[in-house]
């Protein structure tokens, strides 16, 4: 019966997700909801109060013509004097209705002006001009002079329309006014401005008096009739804006109104909560469909994982299991409850321990076994411990190594550029390949060439090649050949290039020690001969004397260009220096050595030249060493040395700059205190008679004496002015000229400045106590 735990985990994963997920979205869907409703809210009574403002500024707008209108002298004639049958007045009344055209025309909002005189019984309009019995559709002016207390802004209910009624004078009660005006409001004007509201397409939007009356709507068939609603209402008791919720069979309404203080009406906007509602449709939308989709992806991952990770392990689990609870000898193991093939989670975990610690002393019995013998009687061999081939070869033969007993050549290989490499396990990792394609390779030549690789070292291996002939020159040449095979074999599989060391031949068994410290001397030649490279004896031959002298030579040459501070000829000098010692075949050590006394001498010369800073070292010599060793081509040594012999040059230039303008502020000084009486002294001849600019000069002049050249010269001059003040009788003038001041106005000022007084005061206080 097989565990069923990933599809449990699976399921808990899921609904953990899922539960996860739906609670995050939840409730940002509540907070994004409640945020926007209590945004439209704000945004609708903000509108609403906009749109009150707007009313309250088209009725004032109106207002305002109608009374600067009867403040005109043409209005008080019409309602003061009577209507004369003369054509001066018929005149005077074309003029006034071409005023009230005017007005009409200036001011859409009004769809008409009339004006009615109570002297004259008479009512002009822009189009006509009659007494008031004599035109019964104006019938309804008579109404409003009749009644006593009509307000300012009023209505006619039977023909729905909006009045702006005006008495004449202004200020006069009904009763006792000349007249009255009375303008028709355009019904469409307030009822068009309900369109910048969001849900103003459903006529929900009423502009009622104190009363609930409807003064505005956009069916003109609501007008005057009164609005009902409980919300509304309650609306109407209330001052400045808000809003009023409600509950009704067709759902939750909000009855927004915003009260207005110059007409006394407030404006009334009912909103349903279905259209607050369709603007968070979207959002609902929105963040359904990502919850399905967040939901359906924590599904795709929770069963991917189960499958890569989770599956693989219970399968493993049950297989382990079922190896574990096979019949051992005559016996058969229990499982849980009593059922045979099933183990439990402890006896599982023993059973485990128990196959990894026999694994464990497997692969110890393992490492004790072939590979290690093998490697103990190489090393044996190789450093001289084990000298007879007799005692050797059954061990090697145990460790199934053949060799011949006679005619030997060592191998020794290293791989280039062993620095590029993550580190010195992936280096045993290379090199234990290496030993292994090495004997491969050596299965190929039969019983013709026989032999063993091993790795000596964490950075070298060594081939033991034996032969069944004692011919030299074949034998030679079979390694040759061998080990050129080999290289290019390396750099086949690993792209990887090696060096390897052809050390001379050993006639005995108790010979290969030293034919393998021969083999492993000849790669200290690698960095002269390269990459790449089959080193032989032969090819390194013996050193010339005369290319030594040579050496040396290039070395003082080097050290020349390095004194007189020349960075291109240094860099020449070091490139023949290398070039020389590459051809005297110096191994690495020797040319590490080399590198080092040249950098010590370049030092010792420097300090000669110039007097060195005691306290400080030459840069990059303590780490110098090391860099070299690190070094693997002639040139990356090269470039060691040539940065730390720049860095000296630059350094001994830096204090010769030091030097030389120390000396050249000196002499500055000492020309001032010299000639501080010439009155034609300045920076400009001195820089001229230096050859530098005024600006340099003044700039080293301040940075070794710690103060300016003008300063410097005055200070010389008013010294000795004060030296003449009290050892000689001369007049003022005679001494200003005498310490280099042509202009006695500046001596005096540059004195007082100096010393604090004048030169009089300064001779009769130090003059008095000398003589006291």
Same mark, same amino acid.
């Given at each position: ?134 035109? @019964? ?19 006619? @209910?039977?023909?729905?329309? $909006? ?81 009023? @919720? ?50 359906? $992806? ?15 392990? !219970? ?12 019949? &051992? ?23 485990? !321990? ?35 081939? +007799? ?27 062993? &620095? ?10 290379? $090199? ?60 086949? /599989? ?45 090819? /390194? ?33 070091? !490139? ?95 020309? $001032? ?29 301040? +940075? ?30 005679? /001494? ?37």
């Amino acid at each position: 019966m097989k565990r069923r735990i990933s599809r449990k985990v699976q399921l808990i994963y899921i609904g953990l997700f899922v539960l996860v997920i739906g609670s995050m979205l939840a409730l940002h869907y509540i907070g994004t909801v409640r945020q926007l409703e209590k945004q439209m809210i704000s945004s609708n009574q903000n509108v609403l109060g906009q749109i009150n403002k707007r009313i309250d500024s088209m009725l004032q707008d109106i207002d305002l013509t109608i009374l600067n209108m009867l403040r005109t002298p043409g209005s008080a004639t019409f309602f003061e004097q009577g209507a004369p049958d003369t054509p001066e007045h018929y005149l005077f009344v074309s003029g006034l209705q071409e005023q009230l055209s005017s007005i009409l025309g200036a001011n859409f909002n009004m769809k008409s002006v009339m004006l009615y005189a109570k002297r004259s019984d008479r009512v002009l309009t822009a189009a006509g001009y009659a007494r008031l019995s004599e035109a @019964p559709e104006l019938a309804h002016i008579k109404t409003l002079v009749e009644q006593g207390r009509i307000g300012k802004w009023t209505g006619l @209910p039977e023909s729905r329309e $909006l009045l702006l009624v005006r008495h004449y004078p202004v200020n006069a009660a009904p009763a006792d006014s000349s007249g009255l005006i009375a303008v028709r409001i355009n019904p469409g004007s307030i009822a068009a401005m309900f369109d910048d509201l969001q849900f103003s397409d459903s006529y929900n939007v009423w502009l009622v008096d104190r009363q609930g009356v409807v003064i505005a709507h956009k069916d003109a068939r609501m007008m005057y009739e009164t609005i009902a609603g409980e919300a509304a209402e309650q609306a109407l008791t209330q001052n400045g804006s808000g809003y009023v @919720p409600e509950r009704t069979a067709a759902g939750k309404r909000y009855v927004f109104y915003a009260h207005s203080t110059y007409s006394g009406w407030k404006l009334l906007y009912a909103v349903t909560g279905q259209q607050l509602g369709a603007t968070t449709l979207t959002l609902r939308y929105i963040l359904g469909g990502l919850a399905l989709f967040m939901a359906m $992806l924590a599904v795709v991952a929770t069963r991917f994982v189960n499958s890569r990770w989770f599956a693989p392990m !219970e399968s493993l689990i049950d297989r382990i299991e079922e190896i574990a609870a096979r019949p &051992s000898g005559a016996g058969h193991t229990a499982g849980i409850g009593g059922l045979p093939g099933r183990l439990g989670y402890t006896a599982l975990q023993h059973r485990i !321990e128990e196959v990894f610690h026999g694994y464990t002393d497997a692969e110890r019995r393992l490492r004790e076994g072939r590979p290690a013998l093998k490697l103990q009687v190489l090393f044996e061999v190789l450093s001289g411990a084990r000298t007879r081939f +007799e005692t050797a070869q059954p061990l090697l033969e145990q460790a199934g190594v053949r060799l011949h007993a006679a005619t030997y050549i060592v191998l020794t290989i290293a791989y280039d550029n062993q &620095s590029r490499l993550t580190g010195m396990s992936d280096l045993h990792l290379y $090199l234990y390949a290496l030993c292994n394609v090495a004997e491969e390779l050596l299965q190929s030549y039969g019983d013709e060439m026989l032999g063993v690789a091993v790795q000596t070292s964490g950075m070298q291996a060594a081939i033991i090649l034996s032969f069944g002939t004692a011919d030299a020159s074949r034998n030679n040449e079979l390694a040759l050949g061998y080990a050129h095979a080999l290289r290019d074999c390396i750099a086949d /599989i690993f792209k990887r290039t090696i060096s390897i060391g052809v050390g001379r031949g050993a006639d005995a068994f108790d010979e290969i020690p030293d034919a393998y410290r021969s083999s492993a001397r000849l790669l200290d030649y690698k960095i002269v001969v390269g990459d790449h490279a089959v080193i032989t004896a032969g090819e /390194i031959g013996e050193r010339d004397r005369h290319r030594l002298i040579a050496v040396f030579g290039a070395v003082d040459s080097l050290l020349e260009a390095v004194r007189q501070g020349h960075e291109a000829r240094t860099h020449e000098r070091l !490139e023949e220096l290398f070039e020389l010692a590459a051809s005297t075949q110096l191994t690495k050590d020797m040319i590490v050595q080399l590198c080092l006394q040249v950098v010590l001498k370049a030092m010792h010369a420097i300090r000669e030249d110039v007097e060195a800073d005691k306290h400080g070292d030459q840069p990059g010599f303590g780490e110098l060493p090391g860099s070299l060793e690190s070094c693997e081509t002639l040139r990356e040594m090269r470039l060691t040395v040539e940065a730390v012999l720049l860095r000296m040059i630059a350094r001994m230039e830096e204090r010769r700059s030091r030097s030389r303008t120390g000396e050249l502020a000196e002499a500055v000084l000492a020309h $001032l205190e010299a000639h501080y009486a010439d009155s034609a002294i300045s920076v400009n001849q001195l820089a001229e008679s230096y050859r530098i600019s005024p600006n340099y000069l003044s700039t080293i002049f301040k +940075e070794h004496t710690g103060r300016n050249f003008v300063d410097t010269l005055i200070q010389l001059r008013i010294a000795a002015a004060c030296n003449l003040l009290l050892e000689t009788p001369l007049k003022l003038n005679e /001494i200003a000229l005498r310490v280099g001041y042509t202009n006695f106005s500046s001596f005096l000022r540059n004195f007082k400045k100096s010393c604090g007084m004048t030169p009089t005061e300064y001779r009769a206080l130090h003059g008095g106590q000398a003589r006291s």
